[in-house]
């Protein structure tokens, strides 16, 4: 029996009612609540972003965001064949232009939450209370978009107090920037957002800042400034991570070129800030420059202050207050750091990185205010595109056919090829194919090139895609989608796929003297590579049967020849080869090659019996099993 507790079992008993002595929890008769003590859930979750949930937490998070009343949302199905060609998580030609016809229908209907009115006499209480009334009928608009007209929305934020951060950066601000990927611009801007500022103050301005500019060659940003003139969005192009290479050499040049003395280290962040303001100052770019120029960070302040309205409120202080908005995946903390040229902002990729809107004083004459990161809600074609584009974090990802297939239709075998120094097979038309590149074909061919395979065997295509999706958005394999009047993307990327692009950035493509340019795929060329990407491929299983089983073929004549060959002799309980079965046995090989065997050679058949060496003699303790101490 164990030894019994000396702790005495009422003592927790009694530290916890002394804990809450004099207290009472708060019932239904209570008619008043002070405002920070609204039933808003935890602290630490007020700001959790919240772009995704499972239908048990999203019928819970309604009902409680609508006090009594909820509503029910369930998820589109659709039924898929298994017998239709190509990939079913994609949509055919047609399919893809219905829905994005009715995404140009119903583009009006998808608007931000706006703020209620609220004056002096609203208490905080009714204020509360109307937010989260007029939060609820914009769900359920949402809601009854997904499911009454079968529209795929993204996934878009659903905490409220995230929204909030929103509405107040927007009431500061005098202009509005909001910044997207140059791959994909239109998806994640959102047009709505301008109207809303409109709505505000007829005086704001709003922005496009098109980040990751350095990703788009000179044609494409020439087709987007065309589009975005005749639209008349205002826009900006700029790349963080080239800005932020820039300022990381030039800090690495200065720091070897200067001495470490006391004196010039406290001097230097005062030179750096004087002579920042005096770029900007002499940074003088007119529209034709502004045009399709990706703008170093100095050149860009400059751009702002010029488009920025003079506003005088209170909170500014005669200073132009610029508030900052977008995804949390496009690049917004990063632009902000190559602004400001320290870090001041944490970076990330995911939702929530930032908690709460914030102010950073970029020059005596700007501020920028800064919102966390938010999803706003935009039509997508699929899944798969979602993951494409970043919105959907791969990590998570459980079906990965899709997106794997949309990138391997994206991008030109060939480049694939090379980027990856990789041999992919495919059907071609007599074998059932279109001679193109399969999700199978492209994730069997890198993960027998890379070594990925699962612990029973078989290449592991679920990690070959978490790979090659992250390369995708990272921009390692490039693809820009194209403005709405360029038809051809194929056309509009081919710049991205010319043979010297594509060498320049991959050591697989190797130039010969005639100036040719070869793939060298030696990643595929190991035999234990191709043996395990003919062992999934369909097409090479076929191709082995026929190469097998074909008539006149030296593999099935071997076969033959051993098996004719074959005699055995019944024992005493248990079957015996002859040496002269052996022998014949031996002469030809599994490829049906002949082999020369030595006939004087014999086989001994007689069993030889070994007896055992005796062991180290256990003692009678050991033996049963008692340790000695």
């Given at each position: 029996?164990?030894?019994?507790?000396?702790?005495?079992?009422?003592?927790?008993?009694?530290?916890?009612?002394?804990?809450?002595?004099?207290?009472?929890?708060?019932?239904?008769?209570?008619?008043?609540?002070?405002?920070?003590?609204?039933?808003?859930?935890?602290?630490?979750?007020?700001?959790?972003?919240?772009?995704?949930?499972?239908?048990?937490?999203?019928?819970?998070?309604?009902?409680?965001?609508?006090?009594?009343?909820?509503?029910?949302?369930?998820?589109?199905?659709?039924?898929?064949?298994?017998?239709?060609?190509?990939?079913?998580?994609?949509?055919?030609?047609?399919?893809?232009?219905?829905?994005?016809?009715?995404?140009?229908?119903?583009?009006?209907?998808?608007?931000?939450?706006?703020?209620?009115?609220?004056?002096?006499?609203?208490?905080?209480?009714?204020?509360?209370?109307?937010?989260?009334?007029?939060?609820?009928?914009w769900r359920r608009e949402l809601a009854r978009m997904q499911e009454e007209?079968?529209?795929?929305?993204?996934?878009?934020?659903?905490?409220?107090?995230?929204?909030?951060?929103?509405?107040?950066?927007?009431?500061?601000?005098?202009?509005?920037?909001?910044?997207?990927?140059?791959?994909?611009?239109?998806?994640?801007?959102?047009?709505?957002?301008?109207?809303?500022?409109?709505?505000?103050?007829?005086?704001?301005?709003?922005?496009?800042?098109?980040?990751?500019?350095?990703?788009?060659?000179?044609?494409?940003?020439?087709?987007?400034?065309?589009?975005?003139?005749?639209?008349?969005?205002?826009?900006?192009?700029?790349?963080?991570?080239?800005?932020?290479?820039?300022?990381?050499?030039?800090?690495?040049?200065?720091?070897?070129?200067?001495?470490?003395?006391?004196?010039?280290?406290?001097?230097?962040?005062?030179?750096?800030?004087?002579?920042?303001?005096?770029?900007?100052?002499?940074?003088?770019?007119?529209?034709?420059?502004?045009?399709?120029?990706?703008?170093?960070?100095?050149?860009?302040?400059?751009?702002?202050?010029?488009?920025?309205?003079?506003?005088?409120?209170?909170?500014?202080?005669?200073?132009?207050?610029?508030?900052?908005?977008?995804?949390?995946?496009?690049?917004?903390?990063?632009?902000?750091?190559?602004?400001?040229?320290?870090?001041?902002?944490?970076?990330?990729?995911?939702?929530?990185?930032?908690?709460?809107?914030?102010?950073?004083?970029?020059?005596?004459?700007?501020?920028?205010?800064?919102?966390?990161?938010?999803?706003?809600?935009?039509?997508?074609?699929?899944?798969?595109?979602?993951?494409?584009?970043?919105?959907?974090?791969?990590?998570?990802?459980?079906?990965?056919?899709?997106?794997?297939?949309?990138?391997?239709?994206?991008?030109?075998?060939?480049?694939?090829?090379?980027?990856?120094?990789?041999?992919?097979?495919?059907?071609?038309?007599?074998?059932?194919?279109?001679?193109?590149?399969?999700?199978?074909?492209?994730?069997?061919?890198?993960?027998?090139?890379?070594?990925?395979?699962?612990?029973?065997?078989?290449?592991?295509?679920?990690?070959?895609?978490?790979?090659?999706?992250?390369?995708?958005?990272?921009?390692?394999?490039?693809?820009?989608?194209?403005?709405?009047d360029v038809l051809d993307s194929a056309e509009f990327n081919a710049e991205?796929?010319?043979?010297?692009?594509?060498?320049?950035?991959?050591?697989?493509?190797?130039?010969?003297?005639?100036?040719?340019?070869?793939?060298?795929?030696?990643?595929?060329?190991?035999?234990?590579?191709?043996?395990?990407?003919?062992?999934?491929?369909?097409?090479?299983?076929?191709?082995?049967?026929?190469?097998?089983?074909?008539?006149?073929?030296?593999?099935?004549?071997?076969?033959?020849?051993?098996?004719?060959?074959?005699?055995?002799?019944?024992?005493?309980?248990?079957?015996?080869?002859?040496?002269?079965?052996?022998?014949?046995?031996?002469?030809?090989?599994?490829?049906?090659?002949?082999?020369?065997?030595?006939?004087?050679?014999?086989?001994?058949?007689?069993?030889?019996?070994?007896?055992?060496?005796?062991?180290?003699?256990?003692?009678?303790?050991?033996?049963?099993?008692?340790?000695?101490?």
């Amino acid at each position: 029996m164990g030894r019994r507790s000396k702790v005495n079992p009422s003592l927790g008993k009694a530290i916890i009612r002394k804990r809450f002595e004099g207290q009472r929890r708060p019932t239904d008769r209570d008619t008043e609540l002070h405002t920070v003590d609204l039933n808003d859930g935890p602290s630490w979750t007020k700001l959790q972003s919240i772009t995704q949930q499972g239908d048990l937490e999203e019928f819970l998070h309604t009902a409680e965001l609508a006090g009594t009343e909820f509503t029910a949302e369930r998820m589109n199905v659709k039924i898929v064949s298994s017998t239709q060609p190509g990939n079913a998580f994609l949509l055919s030609a047609d399919e893809e232009e219905r829905a994005l016809q009715k995404h140009r229908e119903n583009r009006d209907r998808l608007r931000v939450p706006r703020r209620p009115e609220w004056d002096e006499t609203t208490t905080p209480s009714q204020l509360h209370r109307s937010e989260r009334d007029s939060f609820m009928d914009w769900r359920r608009e949402l809601a009854r978009m997904q499911e009454e007209d079968s529209l795929l929305l993204t996934p878009f934020e659903r905490n409220l107090e995230v929204w909030r951060q929103l509405w107040r950066v927007l009431e500061r601000s005098h202009m509005v920037v909001q910044i997207v990927d140059a791959r994909n611009p239109l998806l994640f801007r959102c047009p709505d957002l301008d109207s809303y500022v409109s709505e505000i103050d007829e005086r704001k301005r709003c922005l496009l800042l098109i980040n990751k500019a350095d990703m788009l060659t000179d044609s494409q940003r020439e087709a987007w400034a065309t589009y975005f003139e005749r639209e008349k969005i205002g826009y900006l192009f700029f790349s963080a991570k080239e800005s932020n290479e820039v300022l990381r050499r030039e800090r690495e040049e200065a720091e070897n070129n200067e001495s470490s003395t006391e004196e010039s280290t406290d001097k230097t962040p005062v030179d750096e800030a004087s002579a920042f303001e005096e770029r900007v100052r002499a940074a003088a770019l007119d529209d034709a420059a502004l045009r399709t120029r990706v703008l170093a960070p100095a050149e860009l302040v400059a751009a702002l202050q010029r488009t920025c309205p003079k506003i005088a409120d209170e909170h500014s202080k005669n200073r132009l207050v610029i508030g900052l908005v977008g995804y949390p995946n496009v690049g917004k903390s990063s632009t902000i750091n190559a602004l400001v040229g320290a870090k001041r902002v944490n970076v990330g990729a995911m939702p929530g990185k930032t908690k709460h809107f914030q102010t950073i004083q970029l020059t005596d004459d700007v501020v920028l205010c800064d919102c966390p990161g938010l999803v706003f809600p935009t039509f997508a074609t699929t899944t798969a595109d979602m993951v494409c584009n970043g919105v959907l974090p791969i990590d998570q990802l459980r079906e990965f056919t899709g997106p794997s297939a949309l990138v391997a239709r994206r991008i030109p075998r060939w480049v694939l090829e090379a980027t990856y120094g990789i041999r992919i097979p495919v059907r071609s038309e007599e074998e059932g194919g279109d001679g193109l590149p399969t999700a199978e074909d492209l994730l069997v061919a890198y993960a027998a090139a890379r070594g990925l395979f699962k612990p029973k065997g078989g290449p592991d295509q679920a990690r070959a895609a978490r790979v090659l999706l992250k390369d995708y958005v990272a921009g390692k394999l490039p693809y820009c989608v194209p403005p709405p009047d360029v038809l051809d993307s194929a056309e509009f990327n081919a710049e991205h796929y010319a043979p010297a692009t594509v060498a320049a950035r991959s050591r697989h493509v190797v130039q010969n003297d005639s100036d040719d340019f070869s793939v060298n795929r030696a990643a595929s060329d190991r035999r234990p590579v191709q043996r395990a990407v003919n062992s999934v491929v369909p097409s090479r299983i076929d191709a082995l049967d026929r190469q097998f089983f074909g008539s006149g073929s030296a593999a099935l004549q071997g076969a033959q020849l051993r098996a004719k060959s074959h005699h055995v002799e019944q024992g005493s309980g248990f079957a015996r080869s002859t040496p002269a079965a052996i022998a014949a046995r031996s002469v030809v090989n599994d490829r049906g090659e002949t082999i020369t065997v030595n006939p004087t050679a014999t086989v001994s058949t007689s069993k030889k019996h070994r007896k055992r060496r005796p062991g180290k003699a256990r003692s009678a303790a050991a033996a049963a099993g008692v340790d000695d101490f």
